[in-house]
């Protein structure tokens, strides 16, 4: 035990009601390492968890949109065409782009 980088030991009593409520909060987290977690609560006293679902959605939205423009780039590169269909296709995805931007900057205000 003398190589252990935390050789100090806390201990402290819970009810069981106590308990089941730490391993929610655990759970909430997506934390399975009791000591871990109770280290950096006491610590730091809180622990933030951000959800990134909205960003996800933009970032498949945008993804999307590129793909759409490799697509365009390359017919144009083989016929040396570009046709309006593309454009108008361009536009909208565009559009679809800036109305996720605006939900999600809605939701944060």
């Known amino acids: 035990m ?4 935390r050789p ?4 402290f009593c819970v009810t069981e009601q106590e308990k089941k409520l730490i391993q929610q909060k655990m759970a909430q987290l997506g934390t399975h390492n ?3 977690y109770l280290r950096k609560m006491a610590i730091d006293g809180y622990i933030i968890k951000v959800d990134y679902t909205e960003q996800k959605k ?5 993804s999307r ?8 780039c ?3 590169n083989q016929t040396g065409n ?4 593309d454009i108008v296709e361009l536009k909208a995805k565009q559009c679809e782009i800036w ?8 939701a944060e205000l």
């Open 2 to 5: 003398a190589d252990r980088t």
């Open 8 to 11: 100090i030991r806390i201990e």
């Open 58 to 62: 933009l970032a498949a939205a945008v």
């Open 74 to 76: 390359r017919r144009i």
């Open 82 to 85: 570009f046709y309006q269909d």
């Open 65 to 72: 949109v590129a793909g759409n423009i490799n697509q365009i």
């Open 34 to 36: 009791m000591g871990a």
């Open 99 to 106: 109305e996720l931007l605006k939900q999600s900057q809605r």
